[in-house]
């Protein structure tokens, strides 16, 4: 059951003193923006930046938006796109495997240690997550997991899992179009959608079907049985047929040609695509007849829209009306188009756009509710808590955490089916999705857990926030207006009531005059070694982070 809660509601239930605000949550229907793809050229304030590099990173600490404020926007989404070195892949961290502490990624299948890998290919890119620079390139790669749904339970192979991760991360700012080829031929996603058994004797239309349906240029209102707005089931078929003679390879984990199975003859398409013929081909030729398709395909206007779309409900917000049609989605399809479906240009345009800085009352801060991964592995890296070195410390950590995710409704490398996460396409409640009468209490009992004395500790690991440390990145700790100031504007996408900073402040010092924090943060500088004076104010923090990471205003960014 979704629960379509306000900000009041669920401050209440999670914080009472902390309510007060009745905007709902992250589930306005239409955001009546009139701002525009102009640039956004004011140098960027704490309230821009940070609202920037939340909706690009997860969680970014206070530091890296102090880092940005000043720039101009086109300078920090520069920074954001810039090319960076692709990770170190994954090792098995399970210590009663052969492989363990190995990398495993070309290694031949094994069913023994198959589990093992695919944990710590989880638990390796929930790591890249949370200890990225700044860099867009972890949001983008999720964002095309998203897009081009892929299931580790499905494929059955993590090393396949592997090369379809890492190929999105390779073309996460790249261009889309080859990617689509790239990911039409993957090993993983031939076996996810049957690719691999599509022949001419026994065509399977899965990929044809998704391929135009979610990946390129989507279906549309149906028009007549079988004819959808922008192709019809002759055009699924067509693609299917066009497809044939793909297969993967185990021993090499990669995809090959099979010209025995190709189906030779000329493919005629619909009206929808100018009845264009793609000729059959003989031989290894037969497989360039894929690029004429996608070529096809990517010819028509519609494709650069829906992409659009879709990275503007991943960025921007949930809703387009006919306006956000116009003003936005055309442009940037256009700019898409210009520049061979490059994927860069694009963001940039809109992530430095005057649109997407609105701050108004109908503008996108704090417009939408955090996903999973946004929630968890922000509340992590935000808060700078420290990751193990050892590998069954830090890989049994991360697991833990991706756990929290997947019982939120966001499993990594097991997206529910091929249409993705219902939060990006559930019409009309898309974000709301992520928060229900389960997940809601879940996320407040993960934040409560790791901001208090010992934090969560097993006998492998230990997830604790260091709150004096956090405190201490602040400009001004040792004032007590002044750092909840901090706090708040760090952790909060939206500015606080009176009451709610009231509440706060009481929180933190119970009663006590202004000074007797002051005192008691300039007695810890002077000694940090002093135990009494070090949990004095450690246990303060940590009560003000619990309830600040409670409130309401916390879920949404």
């Not at 390139?137 to 997991?145: I, S, T, V």
């Not at 261009?175 to 790239?182: E, I, P, W, Y």
């Not at 199975?261 to 059959?280: E, L, M, P, V």
């Not at 956000?324 to 963001?347: C, D, H, M, R, Y």
């Amino acid at each position: 059951m979704v629960f379509n809660a306000t900000q009041r509601e669920i401050g209440e239930w999670a914080a009472p003193q902390a309510a007060g605000v009745v905007k709902p949550l992250g589930s306005a229907p239409q955001r009546a923006s009139t701002l525009d793809l102009t640039p956004y050229e004011t140098p960027l304030d704490f309230q821009h930046a940070a609202h920037l590099l939340r909706r690009t990173m997860f969680g970014p600490t206070f530091a890296e938006i102090q880092a940005a404020v000043g720039t101009t926007a086109a300078a920090a989404i520069d920074k954001l796109l810039s090319a960076t070195v692709l990770p170190s892949p994954p090792v098995d961290y399970n210590q009663n495997d052969a492989m363990f502490n190995q990398v495993w990624v070309q290694q031949p299948y094994d069913k023994n240690q198959e589990t093992s890998w695919r944990l710590s290919l989880k638990a390796w890119w929930l790591g890249l997550m949370i200890s990225q620079g700044v860099s867009l390139r972890e949001k983008m790669a999720l964002f095309w997991h998203n897009h081009f749904s892929c299931a580790t339970e499905t494929v059955g192979d993590a090393c396949y899992m592997y090369a379809y991760n890492n190929l999105l991360r390779q073309y996460a700012l790249g261009n889309f179009k080859t990617l689509v080829k790239q990911i039409t031929i993957n090993p993983a996603m031939l076996r996810y959608l049957n690719g691999n058994t599509n022949t001419k004797a026994s065509p399977n239309e899965n990929y044809g079907r998704e391929l135009q349906e979610l990946f390129t240029i989507g279906k549309g209102p149906e028009i007549a049985p079988g004819d959808y707005t922008n192709y019809t089931e002759d055009d699924v078929k067509a693609a299917a047929r066009v497809l044939t003679g793909w297969r993967d390879n185990r021993a090499q984990i990669t995809s090959y040609f099979d010209a025995t199975r190709h189906d030779t003859g000329d493919k005629q398409f619909s009206a929808h695509y100018q009845n264009q013929i793609i000729n059959g081909r003989t031989g290894a030729e037969g497989a360039n007849e894929t690029d004429d398709l996608i070529t096809m395909i990517f010819n028509q206007n519609e494709t650069a829209r829906y992409i659009c779309r879709k990275l503007y409900r991943w960025f921007v917000y949930s809703s387009i009306d006919d306006s956000i049609e116009q003003n936005i989605i055309a442009p940037l399809a256009g700019t898409l188009k210009a520049n061979s479906f490059e994927i860069a240009p694009v963001l940039k345009q809109l992530l430095t756009s005057q649109h997407f800085f609105d701050n108004s009352d109908t503008g996108f801060m704090g417009a939408t509710i955090k996903c999973p991964a946004d929630f968890y592995a922000g509340v992590v890296r935000s808060l700078q808590m420290s990751l193990p070195a050892d590998t069954v410390a830090v890989y049994s950590l991360l697991n833990y955490i991706r756990n929290q995710m997947a019982a939120n409704g966001m499993d990594i490398l097991d997206t529910p089916d091929v249409s993705g996460w219902k939060a990006y396409y559930q019409d009309p409640d898309f974000y709301q999705l992520w928060i229900n009468t389960s997940t809601l209490p879940q996320r407040s009992n993960f934040t409560s857990a790791v901001v208090r004395a010992n934090g969560v500790s097993t006998s492998t690991f230990q997830l604790v926030a260091d709150p004096i440390a956090y405190a201490e990145t602040m400009p001004a700790p040792s004032d007590p207006n002044e750092l909840l100031k901090d706090f708040a504007r760090h952790l909060f996408a939206m500015p606080l009531s009176d009451s709610q900073i009231a509440y706060l402040k009481q929180v933190l010092l119970n009663d006590l005059p202004d000074y007797e924090w002051t005192n008691q943060w300039n007695a810890y500088v002077s000694d940090p070694s002093n135990v009494n004076n070090r949990n004095a104010i450690r246990d303060k923090l940590l009560n003000l982070l619990r309830a600040m990471l409670r409130m309401a205003e916390y879920q949404v960014m």
